[in-house]
C-alpha cells in the first residue's frame, strides 16, 4: 500500500493576477475544469494501490483544502504551524504515518500530468524501490533545455530505475543545452518515494535538530478530527530547508525512476500556455477574445472581452480589476510585481 503525502503550500505569485495569495494556484482549474489541487489527489485514488492521502498544508489553505478534498475521498490533513519548507513537511508526515514502514509517495499539489497511467506505473516501480531502502526521486524526461529546473543524472541500472550519480541545480542555457543531449539526465520534478522510517533515518542523519524538532512538535500536537496540527513552539525554531539539500542529495540511498507523464509545474503564464490545446497558431484562450494575425498568445479574461492584433508570445490576463500583458519570455519575473507580491 502506497501513501500518498500531497504537499499543499506557496502562493503561486508567477500566475498572478489569476493567482492570489487568498486563492493561490494549487485551487485553481488552470487545465481542464478540475484544480490542480483535486487533479492530484484523484490520481492516488485507486484503493488496490493507494491509502487515503495526506495533505500537509498552512491554516492559509486549510478552507480550501476542505471544501476540495471532502468530496473526492476521506484524507488526513497536517496543519502546519509555519512555512519552513518542503523537509521540515514532509517529515510532519512521515513522523504521523499509522506505521513506521509505511511507503510514501509525496506530491506537489500544484503539478499538471497529461498521463495519469504512466505516473501510477512510475508510481508503482518506485515504491518498490523505496521498499527496498532506497530514496527514490521521479526523473520527468526532458524534452527542452529548460533553465529553471533541477536536474538529476542517472547511474547504474536498477530494477525498475537507476542509482542517482548526482543532482544538478538549475542549470546556464548551454549546460541545459548539453544535458539534453547527453540523455542520462531528466527534471527533478519534486515528485518522491520512500520508506518513512528511511526518511527520518536520513533526516536524523544529515539535519538531525529539525527531525527533533518535527518529532516533539508531532508528539506536543493536537488532533482534531482528520486534522493534526502539530505544536507551534517547537517548528518554529527548525530552520527551513528543501527535501534535496536536507536529504536528497546527501543520501547514499538516492534512485531515480524515469518517466515521461506530460509533466508541468505551471510554474508561470509560459508554462501553462505549453500545457492547454491550442488552435492551429498556438493560441490559447479562456473567456471573451478576439485574435487576428496572432501567434502563441494566451488570453485568460474572466469578464472583459480581450482584442488583440499581430501580437506573437504574449500573455494578456485579466481579472477582476487587474490586468496583466508581458511577453512570454518575461513570465518569469511576474511574481516580482508589486501587484503580485501584495495580494
Known amino acids: 500500500m502506497i501513501y500518498p503525502v500531497i504537499l499543499c503550500g506557496g502562493s503561486g505569485t508567477r500566475l498572478w493576477p489569476r493567482s492570489r495569495k487568498a486563492l493561490p494556484k494549487p485551487f485553481l482549474p488552470l487545465v481542464g475544469e478540475r484544480t490542480l489541487f483535486e487533479a492530484t489527489v484523484r490520481r492516488t485514488i485507486d484503493p488496490e494501490f493507494f491509502a487515503s492521502p495526506t495533505v500537509v498544508t498552512g491554516a492559509a489553505h486549510l478552507a480550501h483544502v476542505r471544501d476540495q478534498l471532502a468530496p473526492i475521498c476521506a484524507g488526513t490533513t497536517i496543519v502546519e504551524p509555519s512555512a519552513k519548507n518542503t523537509a521540515p513537511a514532509i517529515a510532519l508526515a512521515a513522523q504521523s504515518m499509522p506505521r513506521p514502514d509505511a511507503l510514501m509517495l509525496v506530491c506537489p499539489s500544484d503539478h499538471y500530468i497529461a498521463d495519469v497511467s504512466a505516473f501510477q506505473d512510475a508510481a508503482k516501480r518506485a515504491a518498490a524501490l523505496a521498499e527496498q531502502g532506497h530514496m527514490v526521486a521521479f526523473g520527468i524526461a526532458a524534452t527542452a533545455p529548460e533553465t529553471g529546473f533541477g536536474y538529476i543524472r542517472k547511474g547504474a541500472a536498477l530494477e525498475g530505475g537507476y542509482e542517482v550519480e548526482r543532482f544538478v541545480e538549475k542549470p546556464d542555457l548551454e549546460t541545459a543545452i548539453a544535458f539534453l543531449a547527453d540523455g542520462n539526465y531528466s527534471w527533478n520534478g519534486g515528485i518522491f518515494a520512500f520508506r518513512a522510517d528511511a526518511f527520518l533515518a536520513e533526516l536524523a542523519a544529515h539535519r538531525p535538530a529539525m527531525a527533533e524538532a518535527v518529532r516533539v512538535s508531532v508528539d506536543q500536537g493536537e488532533t482534531r478530527g482528520a486534522e493534526l496540527y502539530p505544536a507551534a513552539e517547537p517548528f518554529a525554531a527548525i530552520e527551513g530547508d528543501s527535501i534535496d539539500y536536507a536529504v536528497m542529495e546527501n543520501t547514499q540511498r538516492a534512485a531515480v525512476v524515469p518517466v515521461s507523464m ?38 485568460e479574461t474572466d469578464g472583459p472581452r480581450v482584442s488583440a492584433i499581430g ?7 485579466v481579472d477582476g480589476d487587474e490586468v496583466l500583458v508581458t511577453t512570454m519570455a ?14
Open 262 to 299: 506530460g509533466w508541468s509545474d505551471i510554474g508561470n503564464w509560459q508554462a501553462l500556455r505549453e500545457a492547454r490545446a491550442g488552435d492551429a497558431q498556438g493560441n490559447r484562450v479562456r473567456g471573451r477574445a478576439e485574435l487576428v494575425d496572432c501567434k502563441r498568445v494566451l488570453v
Open 311 to 317: 501580437l506573437e508570445d504574449v500573455a494578456i490576463v
Open 330 to 343: 518575461g513570465t518569469q519575473k511576474v511574481g516580482k510585481l508589486d501587484g503580485a507580491a501584495n495580494q
